[in-house]
């Protein structure tokens, strides 16, 4: 919506998502959408993980299409080295919403001893990540 403002309203939205070789879009949720993806060149690996923590995956080619339901959490992983993919995803929302799971757990502020205790690990583990995880300078 905020790239096409004509989409106020009307309850659907588009995005083309670009894949470079070897690329990862990250665990993810939109809280307000399913997301119905498309794949137009290349090859994805997708999945989900539904509410019982079973995960779903499946391999795309060319042609193919996948639903990720509304508001689980889901990646896209385009495991060919030296090929890019291109996707289109619809949206039955002007405005999906995108949660990335990395981000909203370790740059948002949390404090790190509870991220450490809610991990299993250590601060040290905790601040690695977080460091991985910050804007290139």
């Known amino acids: 919506m905020a790239e096409f403002p004509a989409l106020n309203g009307q309850s659907v939205s588009y995005a083309v998502l670009q894949y470079p070789a070897g690329s990862v879009n990250p665990p993810h949720t939109h809280p307000r959408s399913a997301e119905l993806l498309f794949l137009v060149d290349g090859s994805l690996e997708v ?4 509410t019982t923590n079973k995960l779903f995956t499946q391999k795309l080619q060319v042609g193919d299409l996948f639903v990720f339901p509304k508001g689980l959490i889901h990646y896209q992983y385009n495991s060919d080295a030296k090929n890019s993919a291109i996707a289109v995803s619809a949206f039955g929302s002007a405005n999906a919403g995108t949660l990335s799971i990395p981000n909203t ?3 948002t502020g949390i404090d790190d001893g509870i991220l450490a205790k809610s991990f299993k690990t250590d601060v040290a583990t905790i601040q690695a990540i977080k460091a991985g995880l ?3 300078a």
Do not use: E, S
């Not at 999945?47 to 539904?50: K, L, Q």
């Open 47 to 50: 999945g989900f993980v539904d």
């Open 105 to 107: 757990v370790f740059t």
């Open 134 to 136: 910050a804007p290139k």
